[in-house]
């Protein structure tokens, strides 16, 4: 795995690839994910980073654990992800978007066909 973001710890960046699968559909409730070594050796990190991000995962409510078999998504999951996000979206990252389209000139029918365009791709 490439890590992109290097002010962003690798164990978050890793949390946000979990989240990333479970929005997308690769991970449904109750689903096994790797174990921390398999997880470790697929995206090249040490197993303790992984386990940084297991733990951090299972704090939030969104891997809970089944001693002796692994770890697993949490019932819900996919809902609680998409509205953390959100609201991290349109609380932090909005207002910047908005501001780089004022300036660019972008106006809100340019901006809604191609959002449109992107949508249908």
């Given at each position: 795995m490439e890590f992109k973001e290097n002010n962003k710890p690798i164990y978050l960046q890793l949390v946000d690839k979990i989240c990333d699968d479970v929005l997308?559909?690769?991970y449904g409730d109750d689903s096994r994910i790797p174990s921390v070594r398999e997880f470790a050796a697929q995206v090249e990190v040490n197993a303790n980073t992984v386990?940084?991000?297991y733990d951090y995962l299972?704090?939030?409510g969104i891997i809970y654990n089944k001693r002796g078999i692994g770890y697993f998504i949490s019932a819900g999951?996919?809902?609680?992800?998409?509205k953390e996000r959100m609201?991290?979206?349109?609380?932090d990252e909005i207002g910047e978007l908005?501001?780089?389209l004022r300036?660019?000139?972008?106006t809100p029918d340019q901006l809604l066909d191609m959002y449109t365009?992107?949508?249908?791709q």
């Open positions: 997308a559909g690769r386990m940084r991000t299972q704090q939030n999951s996919s809902e609680f992800i998409r609201e991290r979206f349109m609380n908005f501001g780089r300036l660019l000139g972008v365009e992107y949508c249908n």
